[in-house]
């Protein structure tokens, strides 16, 4: 069993910088990438970035590129996503995840079903 919680979320203006964290526990999780997803009001959770444990691989959806970083710490077992540039359209609840099948790269945008454990999300508000 693997247990997330994510921290960090905010009321910040467009153009801040907010880091968010996730923290797991639980079982090993050294070959099992990590995710961010988020969900905005009345829409459906998209995928934000995702991290392998092992050699730092990230991938990013076409809309954070740039301006979000994804890193881990694996000696705290903790995920961070730093969101530099904020906009408005940013505001969402933001998820962590933990993907199913071990690999070492990531590279393509991960599918909600292909992560089996979530945190309980952190909203994360920015104000025009």
């Known amino acids: 069993q693997v247990q997330l919680v994510e921290s960090g979320g905010g009321l910040v203006q467009a153009g801040g910088s907010l880091r968010l964290s996730c923290a797991a526990s639980?079982?090993?999780?050294?070959?099992?990438?990590m995710a961010w997803f988020r969900q905005a009001p009345g829409k459906e959770r998209e995928f934000v970035a995702a991290?392998?444990?092992?050699?730092?691989?990230?991938y990013y959806a076409d809309s954070v590129k740039g301006r979000f970083t994804i890193s881990s710490d694996n000696a705290k077992n903790t995920v961070y996503l730093q969101m530099n540039t904020l906009k408005p359209e940013d505001t969402a609840v933001y998820y962590c995840?933990?993907?199913?099948?071990?690999?070492?790269?990531?590279?393509?945008?991960?599918?909600?079903?292909?992560?089996?454990?979530w945190g309980q999300g952190t909203q994360v508000t920015v104000s025009s």
């Open positions: 995840a933990v993907a199913q099948t071990p690999r070492t790269v990531v590279a393509r945008p991960f599918r909600e079903y292909e992560c089996n454990y």
């Open positions: 991290i392998s444990w092992t050699g730092g691989s990230t």
């Open positions: 639980g079982r090993s999780l050294s070959t099992y990438p």
